[in-house]
């Protein structure tokens, strides 16, 4: 019943993401390049571009990921930036990692009944983004702050140049982007200031090709620079920013200088795990990323997938049904560490994986699927989303760097403060605090970071060496992406751009979308033959990034479905 519920929620929410997207793009594999120096990877060209600017400057991983970050906020401000929050995976060459949490914070007084009515029914989920109560305290500044403490070599300022060119001198608005404005006019132009830097007067987004400036996120992205990371939580800068989204609150407990003044970016264990001869490392918790992509590789693991392909009807059924197993346990146990015990080892264990993956059939579709560990109540359903990027470094002494940041829907909550948009993370949390009794693990609470499905990973070869950096935008998906791309790259050792290019099959549930327009469509009589009962296309918000180390160095790649590219020093 839960399952069945959680399905057509799924369906639903799916197709208003599909309203919200580009139509797809061919899914042909783009030619890969190749360099020898650091190389950067961003859904961005202008963005990568920033990134590898400072990679020429002697930069770090670190420091290349800040810049790129700082210059998505300006270049792809629909999808991420210093409004929003992000999670952040450094590792060296030798796979010594660091993960750090920038997850946006919902204010203390926010308590389970956050997104209910007076009546006690959750708000209708545009009404929510569309408000102050979306909005958690940011959390990318303070990130960058504390990566760049530990990994940086440049100055903090110096990370702030290109994106400060860009929101000053302009750049040029892409069909993409100009896509987005269409798409999400309600969000886009929710706020004066937003809709008079992206519309005309008439409602319409500026045209393909028009040069965009905003003057004042450079002036925000100036005083950040010279005064450090104090300068958008501490003093007046902090407090203007509660004070916005208090005004657009609908209730009295909101956001509160305080909340924003104590925010902390969070250092986290790192979540590593093994699959095949490979360390697989990325983001636990608040994030669901790296439990999601381990569980699936470590469920696959048993199978002999080099002898399968992407054209393999069998191969996509075991992802599918590896899928609704580890989204199982992911929709049951995944939460704020901080609030939740999240049984983060037990998941990932290999025997644990093994008799998961022992229910699997090659042959045949499992009825139901069950959360494996009974140890904490189920989680609410997650609407898709369409904001976030990731984004890729690798630095020519091998650091690398695998971030991914987002402010969560299309514009977030189209609140623009300071020249850039504010998150509206808060909406990734369960709308519904209680469920058959029991609290939700991702309810609303004070002070508690929403669950994410951001998958930032770093992957180490057989002799301890990193082999590739990759990660995802795409909400649900995410850790699928992620899973196939690492899948692709090591069973069937594709090139990471092909590997990228190869179609996803998502199926968290028992319903399997297939992504609309890709070749997978061809194999939905196949796997109905395997007992799936609904296998549906759909426009999937699909868009990795990734950089491989490989014999002839570094080889990076953007996304076919999107503008990205990789860039190198
Ligand atoms: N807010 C989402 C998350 O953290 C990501 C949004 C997206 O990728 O579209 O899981």
Redesign the pocket.
């Known amino acids: 019943m839960l399952l069945r519920a959680f399905t057509t929620a799924l369906l639903s929410l799916s197709l208003a993401a599909c309203a919200t997207l580009p139509a797809p793009q061919s899914t042909a594999a783009p030619t890969p390049t190749r360099f020898e120096a650091g190389m950067v990877s961003a859904a961005d060209p202008r963005a990568a571009e920033a990134g590898a600017e400072i990679l020429r400057k002697g930069g770090s991983a670190t420091d290349a990921a800040i810049a790129t970050m700082l210059a998505l906020t300006v270049v792809e401000p629909q ?1 991420s930036g210093i409004g929003g ?1 992000g999670f952040y995976v450094r590792g060296n060459a030798d796979g010594m990692v660091d993960t750090i949490d920038g ?1 946006e914070t919902a204010p203390a007084l926010a308590k389970p009944d956050w997104f209910l009515d007076s009546d006690g029914k959750p708000l209708p989920f545009r009404e929510a983004v569309a408000s102050g109560l979306s909005i958690g305290v940011p959390g990318n500044v303070a990130l960058a702050a504390e990566a760049h403490r530990r990994h940086g070599k440049l100055a903090w300022r110096d990370l702030f140049a290109p994106a400060i060119r860009l929101a000053r001198q302009g750049w040029i608005l892409s069909e993409r982007g100009r896509d987005f404005l269409l798409r999400n006019k309600a969000t886009g132009m929710r706020d004066k200031a937003a809709a008079a830097l992206f519309y005309d007067a008439g409602g319409e987004p500026l045209p393909v090709g028009t040069k965009l400036t905003n003057p004042v996120l450079a002036e925000t992205l100036e005083r950040i620079a010279e005064r450090g990371s104090q300068a958008f939580y501490n003093g007046q800068d902090g407090a203007d920013l509660a004070i916005a989204v208090a005004r657009d609150t609908p209730r009295k407990a909101t956001m509160t200088e305080a909340d924003v003044m104590n925010y902390k970016a969070r250092y986290r264990k790192p979540v590593c795990g093994t699959y095949r001869a490979y360390k697989v490392c990325g983001m636990g918790p608040p ?3 790296a439990t999601t992509v381990l569980s699936i590789l470590g469920m696959m693991e048993r199978f002999d997938l080099s002898q399968m392909s992407a054209s393999s009807p069998t191969f996509w059924h075991l992802f599918a049904e590896a899928q609704r197993l580890a989204y199982a346990d992911r929709e049951r146990f995944l939460a704020d560490p901080d609030f939740v015990s999240v049984p983060v080892p037990q998941l990932i264990d290999r025997d644990y994986l093994a008799h998961r993956s022992g229910l699997i059939r090659a042959d045949k579709t499992a009825e139901t699927v069950e959360p494996g560990l009974d140890l904490i109540p189920p989680d609410g359903d ?1 609407p ?5 990027s990731h984004f890729a470094v690798v630095d020519r002494d091998g650091n690398a760097v695998s971030y ?1 940041s ?4 299309p514009f977030g909550s189209g609140l623009m403060h300071d020249g850039f948009f504010l ?1 509206n ?1 808060l909406t ?1 949390f369960s709308f519904v605090p209680e469920k058959d009794g029991l609290p939700v693990a991702n309810r609303v609470e004070g002070g508690k970071r ?5 998958a930032p990973s770093l992957v180490y070869g057989p002799d301890g060496k990193l082999v590739l950096a990759v990660g ?7 850790p699928v992406q992620v899973t196939k791309s690492i899948i692709a790259f090591i069973d069937w050792k594709l090139p990471i751009a092909e590997a990228i290019a190869v179609p996803v099959l998502y199926s968290p549930d028992d319903t399997v979308i297939v992504e609309k327009g890709s070749a997978l469509e061809a194999l939905i009589p196949g796997l109905k033959a395997l007992g799936h009962a609904r296998v549906v296309a759909y426009s999937l ?1 699909l ?1 990795t990034n990734a950089v491989a180390v490989t014999s002839q160095g570094l080889i990076g790649a953007g996304d076919p479905r999107s503008e990205g590219v990789a860039v190198s020093q």
């Open positions: 999808s929050g997850r994030s669901s990323g997650e898709p989303e369409n904001g976030t991914t987002t402010i969560e829907g998150n993370e990734d929403p669950r994410s499905s951001m995802a935008a795409g909400g649900g998906t995410i918000p868009k």
